[in-house]
């Protein structure tokens, strides 16, 4: 994301015009977060959000929803959705595999390994980079096994799996899947841009190492929108289908995502790295935001008082947006919504 233009203190000789000092002033991205600790906002995060309507325009945005940003995982849905038009025959908990970050859970270990073992393929073949489990319980079991980082353990190796299958499936190279220029990786490309409406201007690397498409929070909101409202068998809507009916293997048992398919049947919901949320209602409605920091902390609080402000009344709310501060072992503030 570009960084906002820095509001110089004016010199004596030359203050700024009334014009110039607005345009500064509304670069600054508006607080959608606040860091209370003993009843003092000890920090601020920025950043920003759009709406959408059912009918896709735009109900109400803060911030810049029309600057590019990484979405980084909020994109594996369109990534599943190329290994669907590149033939692969994936359903059920597998395709929710395939868009997860999953939390490295045994039951997604499990699978992935499955996964691998139907197409012919290893765990060496993965080039996801060697990690531990996201989610931290995992971890810390992972560990006291006496276990070390691996590339099956990665939250991303469910989708390297399904296009490594994919590839495996049409005499494409394995050992180049994660290269731009792939025919599979052109394929995400081309499915990033019919489901958001809007070019990519900017191509990265994730931290997984796949190639990483750019995108408006706009676009990145209207993609999801699309995934819902897709025709019943597209591969959109197979995506959409089987993320909503097997949310633990999107995410995890301890984590939003999983917790909001849930109890909001019909939602189709996908945190990204570096603070990044996107999410559609069966009606239409969606939403994505960014916090510029990349504080994952935030997320929780800030899509409970997004989703309230759009008519969304639900217990879950309350659980995903309880983000407590601690003083020693005891609860003395907290993460909260500022908008």
Known sequence: MTSPTPISEP??????????????????????AEVVRSGFVEGRH??????????????????????PVFPRSANKPMQAAAVLRAGLDLSGERLALAAASHSGESFHLDLVRTMLAEH??????????????????????????????????MNCSGKHTAMLA???????????????????????????????????????????????????LTGLARAFRHFVAAEPGTPERRVADAM??????????RRPDTWLMQALPGTLSKMGAEAVQALALPDGRALAFKIDDGATRTLGPVLARVLRRMG????????????PLLGGAARVGEIRAAF
């Open 120 to 153: 012919g393929l290893t765990a060496d073949q993965l080039q996801t980079p060697p990690d531990l489990p996201l989610d931290p319980e995992e971890s810390e079991r992972y560990l006291a096994s006496g276990r070390v980082r691996e590339r099956l353990t």
């Open 166 to 216: 994919a590839c495996a499936l049409n005499g494409w190279p394995l050992g180049s899947y994660l290269v731009q220029d792939h025919p599979l990786q052109q394929l995400v490309l081309d499915g990033v841009r019919t489901a958001s409406g809007e070019d990519v201007a900017h191509i990265g690397t994730d931290g997984c190492g796949a190639p990483l498409m750019s995108l408006s």
């Open 11 to 32: 010199s004596q000789e030359s203050s700024p015009s009334p014009d110039s000092a607005a345009a500064a002033q509304s670069a600054v991205p508006p607080v959608l």
């Open 244 to 253: 909503r009916a097997h949310p633990e293997y999107v995410a995890g048992t």
């Open 46 to 67: 920025r950043g920003s959000l759009v709406v959408l309507a059912a009918d896709g325009s735009v109900e109400w945005a803060l911030g810049d929803a029309a600057a």
């Open 312 to 323: 969304v009344d639900a217990p879950v709310l309350s659980r995903i947006e309880d983000a």
